[in-house]
T-cell receptor, first 119, second 111 residues
Framework: GAVVSQHPSRVICKSGTSVKIECRSL??????MFWYRQFPKQSLMLMAT?????????EQGVEKDKFLINHASLTLSTLTVTSAHPEDSSFYIC???????????????FGEGSRLTVL | DQQVKQNSPSLSVQEGRISILNCDYT??????FLWYKKYPAEGPTFLIS?????DKNEDGRFTVFLNKSAKHLSLHIVPSQPGDSAVYFC??????????FGAGTTVTVRA
């Protein structure tokens, strides 16, 4: 079945540094990918929609200069947390869909998630 | 504004019995409703979905019911097994493929 892979699964960084998280669709092309964030014991919150070949669209309240998204190809989107601070520590998850014609169940596939800890 | 709500944060059920998880939504434009299972520090795993034009979908032990007039859906798991213990998220999909998630329900299946 369709698979979405994220890397790294865990990253620890110092405050002020930048961290890049990759999201790949392994066996399908995704013109659109989504980035979510989950705080402990809370729901998944959509941060932004990553669009191949164009700018990402961000949800209200999400700083686009803090969370840089680049959708360089049909199988790769990256999220860069710039000048990370402890409050950016969270679980970041990406998702993608091969489209309705290939996935009539309507589901989106999720990556394994990336745990970011900023010291 | 929370468009998808799961009002029960937790559910405890005995092995072999039925688990019923509930979900309410406010946006009548959602086109698909999905249930995901999630373990800590992992991405959500798809369980079952239902199109907005259906009222029931069944897959093995999992059945999802949709009541559009009440903007309510439920997930039935029968019989419940210890391996079903996890957090279950209800999600609703917009036609732009964005998912709105509920807060999740932690299910514990007792042996």
């Amino acid at each position: 079945g369709a698979v979405v892979s994220q890397h790294p699964s865990r990253v620890i960084c110092k405050s002020g540094t930048s961290v890049k998280i990759e999201c790949r669709s392994l066996d399908f092309q995704a013109t659109t990918m989504f980035w979510y964030r989950q705080f402990p014991k809370q729901s998944l919150m959509l941060m932004a929609t990553s669009n191949e070949g164009s700018k990402a669209t961000y949800e209200q309240g999400v700083e686009k200069d803090k969370f840089l998204i680049n959708h360089a190809s049909l199988t790769l989107s990256t999220l860069t947390v710039t000048s990370a601070h402890p409050e950016d520590s969270s679980f970041y998850i990406c998702s993608a869909s091969p489209g309705q014609s290939l996935m009539p169940t309507g589901e989106l596939f999720f990556g394994e998630g990336s745990r970011l800890t900023v010291l | 504004d929370q468009q998808v709500k799961q009002n029960s944060p937790s559910l405890s059920v005995q092995e072999g019995r039925i688990s019923i998880l509930n979900c309410d939504y406010t946006n009548s434009m959602f086109d698909y409703f999905l249930w995901y299972k999630k373990y800590p520090a992992e991405g959500p795993t798809f369980l079952i979905s239902i199109s907005s034009i259906k009222d029931k979908n069944e897959d093995g032990r999992f059945t999802v019911f949709l009541n559009k007039s009440a903007k309510h859906l439920s997930l039935h798991i029968v019989p419940s097994q210890p391996g079903d213990s996890a957090v279950y998220f209800c999600a609703a999909r917009s036609n732009d493929y964005k998912l709105s998630f509920g807060a999740g329900t932690t299910v514990t299946v007792r042996a």
